[in-house]
């Protein structure tokens, strides 16, 4: 029977996009680690709070702190900083604070990420590629953060700089799909559709599409057709008209 199904590849972790918005971060520390892993959480959405002393404040977190885009204590971490927390991030350059902070997090089964310290992390960071809604991360389960940086930086290379706004497009459309098609039992035909959507249009094509477009692209879904962007467009088909000197054309 081998081969009929993947080989289990046991050692690597398991790579989700974690839905963090709305929810509440605490961030403890305030250097360039800290303002790093807060950036990446405010990209998500989330309610972030960071405690540390001004003093060790980064030029980025003071400017965060300074627009409001975090809440702010002004002060050394202290257990009761981790009521309502769904998520802490540390990054101090205290590692019996660091390690303290771990055990409180694991008694209370909030999922926090140590800096540095991969066995007291219930998850780690990778390296992302952004590009409106697309991300990419790539991780080496600890072996080489550098060269997850540098990975990072081929795979960016490599992708067409309209991705992602080609994806924003697709998700218009897949939004407008399911309000003209919303049955449940519909699932497999929409997504049949939109597969082909996806495999037959260029990002060029996908990028250039406008609302317009998409409703009357959208008129197809019934019969499954995909026309292409020309056709949608009604541009290279005959035009019926009448041309004075020689009648129908
Ligand atoms: C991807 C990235 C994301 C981020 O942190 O945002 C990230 N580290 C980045 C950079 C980086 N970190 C380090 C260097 C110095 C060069 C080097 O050592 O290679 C550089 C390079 C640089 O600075 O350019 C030092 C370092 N890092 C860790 C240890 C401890 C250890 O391994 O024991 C040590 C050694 C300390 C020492 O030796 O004393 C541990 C972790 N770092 C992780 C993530 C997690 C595993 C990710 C993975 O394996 O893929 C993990 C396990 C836990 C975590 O922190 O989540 C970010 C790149 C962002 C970008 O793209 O720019
Ligand atoms: N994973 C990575 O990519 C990576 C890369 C470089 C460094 N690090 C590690 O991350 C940690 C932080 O690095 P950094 O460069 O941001 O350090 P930093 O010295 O610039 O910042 C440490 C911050 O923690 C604050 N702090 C110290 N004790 C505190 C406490 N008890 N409560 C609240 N805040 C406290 C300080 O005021 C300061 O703001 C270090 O352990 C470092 O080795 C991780």
Known sequence: MSGKFPEVQGGGSLI???QIRNKHVLVIGGGEVAA??????????????????????????????????VEYIDRKFEPSDLDGADMVLTAVDDPEASSQIYKLCHERR???????????????????HRDGPLQVMVSTNGNG??????????????????????IQKVGVLRRKLRKIAPAIEEGPKRMHWMSKICESWSLEDLCEMDEKDMDELLKSYKSGDVPCLHEVRHEGEPVVGFEGSFGWW
Do not use: H, M
């Not at 998500?44 to 977190?61: F, I, M, Q, W, Y």
């Not at 909030?110 to 992302?128: K, L």
């Not at 953060?145 to 080609?166: C, E, F, M, Q, Y």
């Open 36 to 69: 790093g892993r807060i950036l990446n959480v405010l990209n998500a959405d989330a309610k972030v709070t960071v405690v540390s002393p001004r003093e060790g404040l980064n030029e980025e977190v003071a400017y965060r702190i300074e627009k409001k885009q």
């Open 16 to 18: 989700l996009a974690w």
């Open 110 to 128: 909030i999922p926090a990420n140590i800096a540095d310290v991969p066995p007291e992390c219930d998850f780690y960071f990778g390296s992302v």
């Open 145 to 166: 953060p550098k060269l997850a940086n540098i990975v990072r930086r081929k795979i960016a290379a490599s992708l067409p700089d309209n991705t992602g706004a080609a």
